[in-house]
């Protein structure tokens, strides 16, 4: 892989490439038609690579990204930007956080890192038939889970070293019986006090209490109102 990133430009069409994690078997997927095109020019690696996908995951994904201070192979010192976006990618039962998650993603991503740390994101979502099935070992804090028909919407994901502010526009999570939308909702944290603070136009109470429990650490009790809106 070292020799592989140092080549001033690699190009390389209709790739086959087997994907395993070796602590979840079942993530396994394999990419397929794969183009990859690398280019290394002074200290800055640009990346874009586009592929079908198929296995534990279906669908196709395009990424594309900037390193910059990629030639001093200094982790710290490597600033990165990277786009990403997904057309239908499909997962069935795909673990991931302590669930077992099943749905199909339409993604538009674009990501700053720093030393690889996240520091900023924003694009926009769309989620279809979203299920998240939690496992044994979350089962008693999140007995039911989440599941719904649709979950979309905007979103602007910043951090500093002590708090990360998540700031969601015109989102829509669309279940058989009910659909609550919102222009606006933040949800902020801060380490130093461990506090979280949300601020939205509306909340649905059931969906609002199942996604910040998910989305956190939080341990946050369902109201004894468990329907309307606030």
Known sequence: MTWLLAQPDLQVRNATVQMQDLEYPSRAFALHDLSLDLKLRDSTLRVAASSRISGSLTGRIEIAAQLQNFASRIP????SHIRL???KLTFVDYPMGGFLSSGTLDLQYQGQFAGGTPVQAFGRVNLSELVLTPTPERTVDHPTGFRT??????????????????????????HPDRVWSTPTLNLSHNSNTGLYRLLADSVDVRDGVTLANLLTTADIKMPTVTNGRV
């Open 149 to 174: 028909e649709k979950l979309s919407g905007d979103f602007r994901w910043r951090r500093n070293p002590t708090a990360w502010d998540l700031a969601l526009h015109n989102i829509e999570i669309r």
């Open 76 to 79: 710290d010192r490597i600033t």
């Open 85 to 87: 976006n997904t057309d």
